[in-house]
């Protein structure tokens, strides 16, 4: 491989990761909207499954972070347009 395509092949990567890791994040507020109804029920119980799967590095991130957990759930809240709660 030339230098001058590997420089475009990682220069490609550069941007191609960032904007994929921000989709799969962004795409959790629609997914439940779809998954889960406005009390927070599941509609479809066989897809929450490949949803918990699928957000399970998400979900981690949560877990160990005050302020991505509030922004996240906030962001699932807007999206699913349920009333926002916050557990003070």
């Not at 904007?19 to 779809?34: D, F, K, Q, T």
């Not at 490949?50 to 991130?61: A, D, E, G, I």
């Not at 996240?72 to 999206?79: R, V």
Request: charged residues 25%.
């Amino acid at each position: 491989m030339s230098e001058k395509k590997r420089w475009k092949v990682l220069h490609f990567l550069g941007y191609a990761i960032p904007i994929l890791l921000l989709v799969y994040v962004l795409s959790i507020g629609p997914m439940c909207a779809v998954i889960y109804d406005s009390n927070g029920e599941p509609i479809y119980p066989e897809q929450e499954k490949m949803l918990t799967r699928f957000y399970s590095p998400l979900r981690w991130v949560v877990e160990n972070n005050d302020i991505i957990e509030h922004v996240i759930i906030t962001y699932i809240e807007i999206c699913s347009g349920r009333d926002i709660e916050y557990d003070d």
